[in-house]
């Protein structure tokens, strides 16, 4: 009685809502299997999985999201179905997947229904709360329970996420831990590294990476307070704006009485260079190979980090950021759990943090917390890989 009440009542309140009107382009022959990320954020491991399917089972993969997300050959991108009992047959009715994999906890109680009623195998990856999606909440009577059950697999990032699952009623719970995600290790010149790496030498060297101009005092602050203990310090300080290069360049010299090199004026960071300026962001990859420790700019006083925490990770330099993550706080979350980055509230703070991570050891812990961090998941991307070729076998 419950379980018919709740999914009454939850189909009851879909009517009410009318979802958009998605245009679905003619499904292409052979096997298909969808992915489904609630957001953006948790697209980045579905996507890669997304590579591999079709790379190594050749696969046509669907993957919805309410944003677009970048797509290669055999990749397809639409928005999420509205969760209603007559879009959810039509959906799959069209689509006719082979399997759906779905992403961190969100139940979709009409497709999940309509998956099982079809013999439609359902598994839920990077999972770490189940929750009704949003927009549909509510008091449904045992709905989250039999929707659940419609899984034939949860992995679980940690086992604190799979007692919740448990809990509210899944079956088959493995603790799994995160799908590998695509690197975000960025590319450079290999020779130009050798030649700054010369030229800095054994120097301590910091990155302050795409740093707006309301936090361009907190930065030249950090530095000032950090070369009193190492007076060889360099920053490498790559603005948001370019064309504020030569403005601060003759800020910090005339009131700092530093010595300012400008990548744009083909200028070099000799020994006596307190800051070196790049004249773009295309040249990340050099700098976190070059910088022991980077703070990411925007995360203080800014509008929010500005770029991928996983950058510096991947490639080896010890993250420092702000209060204000942007679009990337499930990734500080993550990060700080693992103790790979270093935390500041303040721009005071900012230079204590600076400071401490001088010491190569403290900077070397950190970033190999990190980089472990940017490196792992390839174990349970592998294990859903081999899932769908079961099923595939299986259905062949």
């Known amino acids: 009685m419950a379980l018919s009440l709740g999914r009454t009542l939850y189909n009851l309140t879909g009517r009410r809502a009318i979802g958009p009107d998605i245009a679905r382009p003619a499904r292409p022959p052979g096997d298909l299997i969808w992915l489904h990320a609630a957001e953006v954020g948790c697209s980045r491991g579905l996507r890669q999985l997304a590579l591999r399917l079709v790379e ?46 779905m992403a961190e906890g969100e139940l979709r109680p009409a497709l999940l229904f309509e998956a099982s009623e079809r013999g439609l195998p359902v598994i839920m990856v990077d999972a770490r709360a189940p929750a009704l999606m949003k927009g549909r909440e509510g008091w449904y009577p045992g709905l989250m329970r039999a929707s659940l059950q419609s899984f034939a697999q949860v992995l679980a990032v940690d086992e604190v996420s799979a007692r919740a699952f448990r809990r509210a009623g899944a079956a088959e719970v493995a603790v799994a831990g995160r799908m590998e995600e695509p690197s975000a290790a960025l590319s450079y010149h290999e020779p130009e590294r050798a030649m700054l790496a010369g030229l800095m030498a054994t120097r301590p060297v910091w990155l302050a990476v795409d740093v707006p101009a309301a936090e361009e005092a907190a930065v030249i602050a950090a530095h000032r307070s950090a070369l009193r203990l190492a007076h060889r310090l360099l920053l490498i300080l790559v603005p948001q704006d370019a064309s504020r290069a030569a403005e601060l360049a003759t800020f910090m010299e005339a009131s700092e009485g ?3 090199a400008q990548r744009s004026l083909d200028q ?16 990340y990859g050099l700098w976190y190979r070059l910088a022991p420790v980077s703070y990411m700019g925007g995360s203080l006083l800014g509008e929010g980090c500005a770029r991928n925490p996983m950058e510096p990770a991947a490639l080896g330099s010890a993250i420092v950021y702000g209060p204000r993550p942007g679009g990337y706080g499930s990734v500080f979350g993550r990060l700080g759990a693992a103790q790979a980055a270093r935390a500041v509230g303040s721009a005071g703070d900012l230079g204590d943090a600076l400071s401490d991570l001088l010491a190569p050891d403290r900077a070397a812990r950190l970033a190999q917390a990190a980089w472990a961090l940017a490196s792992d998941g390839v174990e349970v991307t592998d294990r859903v890989v081999d899932f769908a070729r079961g099923v595939l076998d299986g259905a062949s």
């Not at 000799?270 to 773009?280: A, G, L, N």
């Open 258 to 260: 530093w010595t300012v």
């Open 56 to 101: 190594e089972l050749g696969v046509t993969v669907l993957l919805t999201c309410p944003e677009a997300v970048p797509l290669t050959a055999n990749m397809l991108h639409q928005h999420p179905p509205f969760d209603t009992p007559a879009e959810a047959h039509a959906f799959l009715s069209h689509w006719a997947p082979a399997l759906v994999i």
């Open 268 to 283: 070099e960071p000799d020994t006596e260079t307190e800051v070196y300026i790049p004249d773009s962001a295309a040249e």
